[in-house]
């Protein structure tokens, strides 16, 4: 059964605390993404990755680091650095030249305490 | 020029109505205008998709209009169901290698019985 993997599906964070986000896909996309999604706005661009060992900032990377060891996980931590970081985070991936067509995964919600 | 805007940002229509919403861009760059559905809680889903080779794409009861010189697009759902309740959100990007998925802003739906 492919798709991607999001976890955990909540998670808590006291404030000045860094966490991870894990994302895995079994689709064999080489291209991988990191989106935050706050109520009343679209998708925000996070961080992107086309390749293993590659990865770009998106729009709103302050605060946020990623790492692409593996071509199935794109794991995001969100730092002390991030100044609101509540908010739902969405993991996607493609095959990279599929025209922009990506699948995402459930979602993970993150609560500052 | 990398904005899509969205409109409306909420809908309420009764149940068997027509669904609306519009979307509209700039880049005229962009060549792959798909369409996702998000339900609470939930990461979004690939509704519907089209390129500017075409004016109108239909499956079931979903419909994208397409108006390359107005650079505007539009979802209309027939016969809409309480079942596409919903958060809608209109994107756009370039094919060809990677390229980023730019967002509409989501417009939510409401489906009343």
């Known amino acids: 059964d492919g798709g991607i993997t999001q976890s955990p599906k909540y998670l808590f964070r006291k404030e000045g605390q860094n966490v991870t986000l894990s994302c895995e896909q079994n689709l064999n996309h080489d291209a991988m993404y990191w989106y935050r999604q706050d109520p009343g706005q679209g998708l925000r661009l996070i961080y992107y990755?086309?390749?293993?060992?590659?990865?770009q900032k998106g729009d709103i990377a302050e605060g946020y680091s990623v790492s692409r060891e593996k071509k199935e996980s794109f794991p995001l931590t969100v730092t002390s650095a991030q100044k609101n970081p509540t908010a739902f985070y969405l993991c996607?991936?493609?095959?990279?030249?599929?025209?922009?067509?990506?699948?995402f995964g459930p979602g993970t919600r993150l609560t500052v305490l | 020029q990398q904005q899509v805007k969205q409109s409306p940002q909420s809908l309420i229509v009764q149940k068997g109505g027509i669904s609306i919403i519009n979307c509209a861009y700039e880049?005229?760059?962009?060549?792959?205008f798909p369409w996702y559905q998000q339900f609470p809680g939930k990461g979004p889903a690939l509704l519907i998709a089209i390129r500017p080779d075409v004016s109108e794409k239909k499956e079931g009861r979903f419909t994208i209009s397409f108006n390359k010189s107005a650079k505007q697009f539009s979802l209309h759902i027939m016969d809409s169901q309480p079942g596409d309740s919903a958060t809608y959100f209109c994107a756009a990007s370039k094919t060809g290698g990677y390229n980023k998925l730019i967002f509409g802003a989501g417009t939510r739906l409401a489906v009343h019985p």
């Open positions: 996607a991936s493609s095959t990279g030249t599929s025209g922009g067509r990506q699948f």
């Open positions: 880049n005229t760059a962009f060549d792959y």
């Open positions: 990755s086309q390749i293993v060992n590659d990865f």
